[in-house]
């Protein structure tokens, strides 16, 4: 899920064989889960109280806590910070602490908190500012790497610098001069996370820094000479897609031809990548945002892009299920969508959706049919992305309509939706020709007996 999207791709599993027995109260929380409501509570009505070492350091904890559970919530896991999510009670808790609990801890402390890049002062005035600059500091140092809490630190990191923006705003001159000192902004970073958390948390106010542009056109450089087999292309293109959500097709601050050249080498890989899910979905990530930046150029590059979302989608016809594949399928699903949007394009894209028009239909179907075992955020999100996609399937391209009828049946609504108007659209026109066949035949029939008498 945006804004992190790929970058959990890079979290390295730990060695543990078996995750520890979690003791529990009646409604199901854990101890962790139990102390960090607790906490957050405590914090929201008497942070001004707490020494500003311990401050910093339970909210970083609540912080992760509630990155934790939120995860929990969004893909409906058992036994992990709370025991189920088919409690609904249990449910709401969790809810309640991760969203206005975290929102109810912060909200003194970032409004008190102008001077956080600098965090000094002394004495309560600017208590604040030091606590979250320590706080920031502490989530960038513990971002590097690529452990499962390197990444959710550096999700609470983006999520921090976002509300400390909009609460504060960013002097680009100031901010200029903050983002040099971290010195993670750069294609040989070893806080990828890091960085990724500056460019999602930032997003919008870095269009102008320098230190931005020269990461755009540097991992574009790199993207135009990468190759699909490196370790490392994973992980640069993860940074680029971060990198490039900073702008709008229409700004990118990089040369036409060098997008070009990216593109083409990015596309090279495709031949062998649709059964892949990790950088098979951060090249369609990429593309939703390149391509649209060249759109004027023509090439084969509109043609290898819609065959490319043609065979991932055909390699995930026998997935046992949709989850297997979610990634993947919904970066395919956005990227096509892109195109197909896509104002003032080139002719060889209108002839590439021509040429494809019914292998990229028969495709969004079978994906329809694919086993759904339960439903979480991620799915429901790929799903609205293919429902729509479905309904503007032309009625020429659907050959069977008796594989639509089970589909009404279906638990997941958006998925009954797009069956029934797929029917809804294709039965009037079925039952008109064959009215039409039938007076068609009748006259034929009155044609022979006239001649015959």
Do not use: F
């Given at each position: 899920m945006r804004p992190f999207a790929g970058a959990v791709f890079l979290v390295r599993q730990s060695s543990v064989d078996r995750a520890p027995r979690l003791s529990r109260d009646?409604?199901?929380?854990?101890?962790?889960?139990?102390?960090?409501?607790?906490?957050?509570?405590?914090?929201?009505?008497?942070?001004?109280?707490?020494?500003?070492?311990?401050?910093?350091?339970?909210?970083?904890?609540?912080?992760?806590?509630?990155?934790?559970?939120?995860?929990q919530l969004d893909v409906l896991t058992e036994n992990k910070l709370f025991a189920s999510t088919l409690d609904p009670d249990a449910v709401a808790g969790v809810r309640e602490f991760a969203s206005t609990g975290i929102q109810k801890c912060f909200s003194n402390i970032i409004p008190g908190a102008k001077e956080w890049r600098e965090g000094f002062g002394a004495g309560n005035q600017n208590k604040f500012s030091a606590v979250v600059h320590g706080l920031v500091s502490k989530l960038v140092q513990a971002s590097a790497g690529t452990t499962s809490i390197a990444f959710y630190s550096a999700r609470v990191l983006s999520h921090l610098l976002s509300n400390l923006v909009e609460e504060h705003g960013w002097q680009n001159t100031a901010g200029e001069d903050w983002l040099s000192k971290l010195d993670i902004l750069k294609t040989s970073t070893t806080n990828i996370f890091g960085a990724i958390a500056i460019l999602t948390g930032l997003q919008d106010t870095l269009r102008t820094s320098k230190s931005v542009n020269n990461l755009c056109n540097r991992l574009i450089s790199d993207a135009a000479g990468a190759s699909a087999q490196s370790e490392k292309t994973l992980g640069m293109l993860v940074l680029l897609n971060s990198c490039l959500a900073v702008y709008d097709e229409d700004d990118l601050p990089v040369a036409q031809n060098r997008l070009v050249f990216a593109v083409k080498q990015i596309?090279?890989?495709?031949?062998?990548?649709?059964?892949?899910?990790?950088?098979?979905?951060?090249?369609?990530?990429?593309?939703?945002?390149?391509?649209?930046?060249?759109?004027?150029?023509y090439g084969s590059y509109w043609e290898t892009s819609l065959a490319f979302c043609v065979a991932i989608w055909k390699s995930s016809e026998n997935a046992s299920s949709l989850d297997r594949r979610l990634a993947v399928i919904g970066m395919s699903l956005k990227l096509f969508s892109n195109l197909q949007n896509l104002q003032d394009v080139n002719d060889d894209l209108e002839d590439a959706l021509t040429k494809y028009g019914e292998s990229?239909?028969?495709?969004?179907?079978?994906?329809?049919?694919?086993?759904?075992?339960?439903?979480t955020q991620p799915l429901d999100f790929v799903d609205d992305l293919l429902s729509r996609q479905v309904r503007k399937i032309p009625l020429s391209h659907i050959k069977d309509l008796e594989e639509f009828y089970p589909l009404?049946?279906?638990?997941?609504?958006?998925i009954q939706s797009a069956a029934f108007d797929v029917l809804h659209r294709a039965i009037p026109a079925q039952q008109e020709q064959i009215s039409l066949d039938v007076l068609l035949e009748k006259k034929g029939m009155l044609g022979i007996f006239y001649f015959s008498d």
């Open positions: 009646i409604n199901g929380y854990s101890v962790a889960l139990r102390m960090a409501i607790y906490s957050a509570s405590l914090v929201s009505k008497h942070a001004d109280r707490l020494p500003q070492d311990t401050l910093t350091e339970i909210i970083y904890l609540i912080s992760i806590t509630a990155e934790l559970a939120t995860d596309l090279s890989w495709t031949e062998s990548l649709a059964t892949d899910n990790y950088l098979s979905s951060e090249v369609c990530r990429a593309l939703q945002i390149l391509l649209p930046a060249i759109k004027s150029v990229l239909s028969e495709g969004l179907i079978a994906l329809l049919k694919l086993p759904r075992p339960k439903i009404v049946a279906s638990d997941v609504l958006t």
